[in-house]
Nanobody, 124 residues
Framework: QVQLVESGGASVQPGGSLKLSCVGSGFTLDYFSVAWFRQAPGKEREGVACSRLGTGGTTVADSLKGRFTISRDNLKNTFYLHMTNLKPEDTGVYYC?????????????????WGQGTQVTVSS
């Protein structure tokens, strides 16, 4: 059974940093492209960053470049979202997801498996 479990969400002050983790089970991470999405209250889910299968490179949403990065540890079947200089507009539920195939994109439909989400709140 394929599962993705996020952790690391928290309440932080503006300017703070967080590292989110997503542990996969029931599959081998190395063979899948993965991504992080987020959803703020009343807004659509948006792509944050993705990582191509194996070591095929990453993509970060233009508006988040310089503050967010994605990484993966295939030996641990885990991937991460590193967030720095957090702003109140980064508040939301963060989801991890996986998809088959080498391409990775920042739109939800191709992603077939999702985690349950972890809450990130940025507030003073």
């Amino acid at each position: 059974q394929v599962q993705l479990v996020e952790s690391g969400g928290a309440s932080v002050q503006p300017g703070g940093s967080l590292k989110l983790s997503c542990v996969g089970s029931g599959f081998t991470l190395d063979y899948f492209s993965v991504a992080w999405f987020r959803q703020a209250p009343g807004k659509e889910r948006e792509g944050v960053a993705c990582s191509r299968l194996g070591t095929g490179g990453t993509t970060v949403a233009d508006s988040l470049k310089g503050r967010f990065t994605i990484s993966r540890d295939n030996l641990k079947n885990t991937f991460y979202l590193h967030m720095t200089n957090l702003k109140p507009e980064d508040t939301g539920v963060y989801y991890c997801a996986r998809k088959a195939g080498r391409d990775c994109g920042l739109y939800p439909p191709p992603y077939s498996n999702w985690g349950q989400g972890t809450q990130v709140t940025v507030s003073s």
